[in-house]
């Protein structure tokens, strides 16, 4: 029955409870549950030797892990110590004064005295009043999640391993209160409804089993009764002739459960006062499972020396059934902390690490910027992501300079036939006056008004520039609109690379403030940037060396005077005759309609020059230059910039705050018990 390879195997279960990994995961276990009057105690004196205190409305306020081991006689002994429980963890020197006490002593020591002193000792390690203490009003702690453990060796055991939680009442007291009720149930809710937990649900032959509540709380917690061992105490105490309710329970046919019923008979408080010995109690129940009617009940579901038998083989293939599971759970959660430590650093205590710290985030973030502006995104990312900035770029000024195209120019300009040029055909959105429509009309309306000093028939330059700044009135605003989303591009951007780098909410906080205002002088840049390109164009002469100016101007003047001689019926190829004078006359103009058309043509042409200079300057100057060039919002947080931050600047911006210290020491000392944990799972093979 307790071969090596089973031993190792159970050993390492409860190895893994020592280590804490039960605070993580849950592990294999048999819990026993019941009533405080259900015989609990006396069933457990009677699986474990260890005389548990059988006082009516004592009430233990933490579980207690029983672990039996069969060993030589020369290696008998009994083992105390406390596992403490994942509160503890939050109170340093609570968990080291839990993990220092413990002792060994020899196996025949732990009478039912001593055991009650183990528990008093135990309850006020943890903060709790002893089991039998009277004054129990106001407590600040009624029940701890610590575990007593007492490892029992010797040649007399066989290996079990059995977790005693408190035990429910019915009828608070002022030593027993209702919170305490609520409080047990939900204790013994995190027990049974762990899948990895077999029930064994003890039952008071006395009371019927509908009026017991564990075996709801177990129903409920296993429907199936696939993981509930049922067990009967008080056997001998039932009234002539009440034994076949019992017997049907007992048989598995009133409540089926998959491993079905035992049935036990305890030592009686009688029996106890007189010294009847463990090994007497033995006896006594073997012949009392002997007799009518009990003897009906197959032998092998009967007595504690049958349920421990059971239970040692249960809980080992349990074991074995739950143990790749649990091995491929502690390398899962070993991975997730090492991952949350590398996510989280190394520790940033001298203003050394605090730099290489930030020294790592800035090289990070500008790998990232460049691979955003290069067009590299990661995989999966939707096309709206932030961190899709070239993308978004490229859209906004394809976007900005097709509402140039569309809505810069105030009044359509028109062909040679008078028609309105389809080029600028679409009205902007704020609309044109009704009397400008007509762009002639608002030439020789403007020209009219601004006659100076030049001759008749000639252009004044003033007059060309006057009307390019009303033609062009409309670009400041488009230009200020395209700044801006390029600006809240570049801010979503900076904002969602920030928190896929930072994890630390504060750190990437302050991070963000430290940049901002840099980011904001650099976003002034650009607003200052398009001021003066808006200058270059509004407030100055017209100028331009763009030969695509005068090859227009000039191909507009030759389609005109074509126009007109084609009017004359001129056609390429006739031969006809031609008056001079109607040639001479259709070919020139008024002074005033020659200047009408002239200003007509050279704005139209100097406009188109402007217009995509204007644009190309915006994005180049502007948009590259002052938003994602060299100085701009997404290349401030650097290597050279975080180099030169002072320590003062340094401890604000990446000293670890108490919270992320201590969260950095509780995840590397959970790794260090999972990695432990780990080493012992590996060493089993299945």
Not at 286 to 294: L, R
Request: charged residues 25%.
């Amino acid at each position: 029955m307790d071969n090596a390879e089973r031993l190792r195997i159970l050993s390492v279960i409860d190895q893994f409870r020592e280590h804490g990994i039960s605070e993580d995961i849950s592990l294999p276990q048999l819990v026993v549950v019941g009533d405080q009057s259900s015989g609990k105690s006396s069933l457990l004196e009677g699986l474990t030797g260890i005389a548990f205190p059988v006082a009516s409305g004592l009430c233990t306020r933490f579980a207690t892990q029983i672990v039996l081991r069969r060993t030589p006689a020369s290696e008998g002994c009994v083992k105390v110590s406390i596992i403490p429980g994942p509160s503890a963890s939050l109170n340093e020197p609570l968990k080291e004064a839990l993990l220092k006490y413990g002792f060994t002593m020899d196996k025949d020591g732990l009478d039912g005295e001593r055991f009650a002193t183990i528990l008093n000792e135990a309850a006020e390690l943890m903060g709790l009043p002893h089991p039998n203490a009277q004054d129990v009003e106001d407590l600040e702690k009624r029940f701890s999640d610590d575990i007593l453990k007492i490892e029992l060796s010797g040649p007399e055991h066989h290996h079990l391993s059995v977790v005693d939680v408190p035990g429910l009442f019915h009828n608070p007291t002022k030593y027993q209160t209702k919170e305490d009720l609520e409080i047990i149930r939900g204790l013994i809710e995190n027990y049974v409804t762990d899948t990895r937990t077999i029930i064994l649900a003890v039952m008071d032959a006395h009371n019927n089993l509908a009026n017991q509540e564990v075996f709801s709380m177990a129903r409920a917690a296993d429907p199936e009764g696939a993981r509930t061992v049922g067990i009967i105490t008080k056997c001998d105490a039932l009234e002539e002739g009440d034994e076949a309710e019992v017997l049907k329970v007992a048989q598995n046919t009133v409540e089926r459960l998959n491993h079905g019923w035992f049935c036990v008979r305890n030592r009686s408080t009688k029996e106890i006062q007189q010294g009847v010995t463990l090994k007497q109690r033995n006896s006594k129940e073997k012949q009392f499972f002997a007799t009518a009617p009990w003897n009906a009940l197959k032998k092998d579901r009967v007595g504690v020396l049958a349920l421990k038998r059971f239970l040692g083989d249960l809980l080992y293939r349990h074991v074995c059934a739950e143990f790749p599971a649990l091995k491929k759970e502690i390398e899962g959660l070993a991975r997730k902390c090492q991952e949350e430590l590398l996510e989280m650093g190394p520790p940033r205590q001298t203003s050394t690490e605090q730099r290489q710290f930030l020294t790592r985030i800035a090289s990070r973030y500008q790998y990232a910027v460049d691979d955003c502006l290069s067009g590299r995104y990661e995989a999966g990312l939707v096309p709206s992501h932030p961190s899709k900035l070239r993308m978004h770029l490229r859209n906004l000024n394809d976007e900005f300079a097709g509402r140039m195209d569309r809505e810069g120019h105030r009044i359509p300009f028109k062909n040679i036939t008078g028609e309105i040029d389809e080029e600028y055909a679409v009205i902007p959105q704020d609309g044109w006056e009704s009397a400008d429509q007509d762009i002639y009309e608002w030439i020789r309306r403007t020209y009219r008004e601004s006659r100076g000093p030049e001759l008749p028939g000639t252009v004044n330059p003033a007059v060309l520039e006057l009307m390019f700044r009303q033609q062009a009135s409309g670009w400041k605003g488009i230009a200020e609109d395209h700044v801006g989303k390029v600006e809240k591009a570049v801010f979503d951007f900076n904002k969602a690379l920030l928190t896929q780098i930072i994890a630390e909410e504060r750190i990437r906080e302050r991070v963000e403030g430290l940049v901002e205002p840099i980011a904001g002088q650099a976003v002034e840049q650009g607003r200052s940037q398009l001021r003066r390109l808006l200058n270059d164009e509004m407030a100055g002469i017209l100028q331009t060396v763009n030969h695509y100016f005068a090859n227009t101007l000039s191909k507009i003047r030759q389609d005109r005077v074509l126009a007109r001689l084609k009017g004359l019926g001129l056609q390429d190829g006739q031969q006809q005759h031609i008056n001079l004078d109607t040639l001479v006359g259709a070919a020139n103009l008024s002074n005033e309609d020659q200047a009408v058309n002239d200003i007509h043509d050279i704005l139209k042409a100097y406009y188109k020059v402007a217009l995509k200079r204007f644009t190309d300057n915006v994005v180049t100057q502007v948009v590259e230059r002052c938003f994602v060039g060299a100085d701009g919002p997404v290349k401030i947080l650097c290597p050279e910039f975080i180099g030169g931050i002072t320590e003062a600047e340094l401890a604000k911006l990446a000293a670890e705050s108490y919270s992320s210290s201590r969260a950095r020491t509780d995840i590397r000392h959970r790794s260090d018990r999972l990695s432990e944990a780990l080493k012992l799972a590996r060493t089993i093979v299945l």
